[in-house]
C-alpha cells in the first residue's frame, strides 16, 4: 500500500499498463518525436561481417536531435567510435537512435541484424 500512496493510483494504473505490454514505464522515457531521421548504411540487414567490421549510418537532425547512441543486443556502446572489434560469433542486433544533447532518446532510430562470422 506504501506504493500506491506514493505514486497514486494513476501512476499505477500506468506502471501496470506499461509492465503489461512492454513499453517505458515512465512516460519521460517516451522517445522525443522531432522530424529526426536514422538510417544505417552498412553494414547492411542480414549481412555476413567478421567479427570487426566498420557502423555507417546518417543522421538528419530533426529540432532536438544533437548525436546517436548505438546499442548491440540491447545493450548501450557507450563511447562508440564507428568500429566494432571482437564481437562474438553469431547473430547481433545493432540500433542506432538519435539522441538530445541531454542523452534523450528521440524517435529517429533503426535496427538492423548483423551475423558474426
Known sequence: MHVMR???FMG???ALVGALSGAPVIAADKPIE???KIMITSPKDK???SDSFELKYELTKGSQAAHAHVFVDNEYQKGFQGTFK???KGTHQITVTGATK???LVAASQTITVEVQ
Open 12 to 14: 499505477l494504473g500506468i
Open 86 to 88: 571482437g564481437l562474438s
Open 6 to 8: 506514493r505514486i497514486g
Open 34 to 36: 522531432d522530424g529526426s
Open 47 to 49: 549481412d555476413k561481417v
Open 102 to 104: 541531454d542523452h534523450a
